[in-house]
């Protein structure tokens, strides 16, 4: 899709319906201001930690229209779109941000270690590239029990050099297991950007080295994500064997709010405008099916 809203090609148009392509951008919105406000939370002491998903809305949402609702994630710390898509509400995100005795982990947890065993969420932990060969454990187990059911695990491209991402992937491969690799390039780990992390091109140039279909998309535009994720999800059903995503996006904010991106983000200003609104190329896209409430929703929400 392009950034004024026309779809590229017109047999790529996933056609969505109004009610998804609604609840899309309703969740986009609310992810928005759900981060405002818990990142002055944290400013004020009020929570400890926060991390904002500025600028990578379109992969939460995009790969988790996706999904079936059973379907196994494993997420990093950077997903939370993807749980509020299947049920986790304001209230259960301010309950584990706050760490208060309503939260799924009562207080045990940093903010924004989402996790929810109802919403087939695993609970995120900081260890970074853990939950990969956690999540193709899980989608071995799916294939034994030949339940038509996939593993999604999200990771950044920073977690794409710890050791157990290599190991996740060659277990994936060997072992034909149905899991995507979701994996979401925004150009920083931390504040370490991508040519000072690898030489190759990008992560999905890898996938090809361990025997895996892969893939590289616009993380920026929701509809391309969809298709991709959802190629990927029958894919793995189909064929049994493991998918890599490479979401390319951009990280708009700070990598948490123990990070000041002032001072190593070389993003020309002009480029970071392009970025600073990722739904506006939905709300344009209303014309397309036509939706006719976005004022309603952004007035709702913000």
């Known amino acids: 899709m392009n950034r004024d809203g026309s779809i590229i090609d017109e047999s790529q148009d996933p056609n969505l319906g109004e009610a998804k392509i609604t609840k899309i951008y309703k969740g986009m919105t609310l992810l928005n201001t759900m981060d405002r406000v818990l990142y002055e939370s944290q400013r004020q002491g009020r929570i400890s930690f926060y991390m904002t998903s500025f600028g990578e809305e379109g ?32 209230q259960q995100v301010m309950d584990q941000c706050y760490g208060n005795i309503d939260g799924n982990d009562k207080g045990r947890q940093m903010p924004v270690h989402y996790g929810d065993k ?70 920083y780990a ?39 994720t959802a190629a990927a999800r029958n894919y793995c059903i189909e064929e049994s064997k ?7 996006t951009y990280r708009i904010g700070h990598h948490s709010t123990s990070d000041d ?23 344009v896209y209303k014309e397309h099916y036509p939706i006719k409430n976005f004022n309603e929703l952004t007035e709702e929400l913000c």
């Not at 493991?242 to 390319?248: N, S």
């Not at 993003?267 to 609104?277: A, G, K, V």
Request: glycine share 10%; charged share 15%.
């Open 242 to 248: 493991p998918v890599l995503i490479e979401a390319m």
């Open 190 to 228: 931390i504040s370490t950007p991508t040519h000072e992390q690898y030489r190759g091109d990008g992560i999905a140039g890898r996938g090809s080295g361990y025997g895996i279909a892969s893939i590289r998309v616009d993380g920026n535009d929701t509809l391309a994500v969809y298709n991709v």
């Open 261 to 283: 991106s002032n001072v190593y983000n070389e993003m020309p200003d002009n480029l970071r405008s392009q970025y600073n609104d990722l739904k506006a190329h939905l709300k």
């Open 59 to 90: 992969t939460h949402f995009g790969s988790a229209a996706a999904l079936n609702d059973d379907d196994l994630v494993f997420g990093q710390y950077r997903e939370g779109g993807v749980i509020m898509w299947r049920g986790f509400n304001l």
């Open 118 to 187: 109802n919403l087939h969420f695993v609970t995120i932990s900081s260890t970074l590239a853990t939950q990969m060969p956690q999540a193709v454990g899980a989608a071995y187990h799916f294939k034994r029990q030949a339940n038509g059911k996939v593993v999604i695990c999200y990771f950044g491209e920073g977690a794409s050099s710890e050791g157990d991402a290599h190991a996740a992937l060659n277990f994936a491969a060997t072992l034909d297991c149905p899991i995507i690799f979701f994996c979401r390039n925004n150009g």
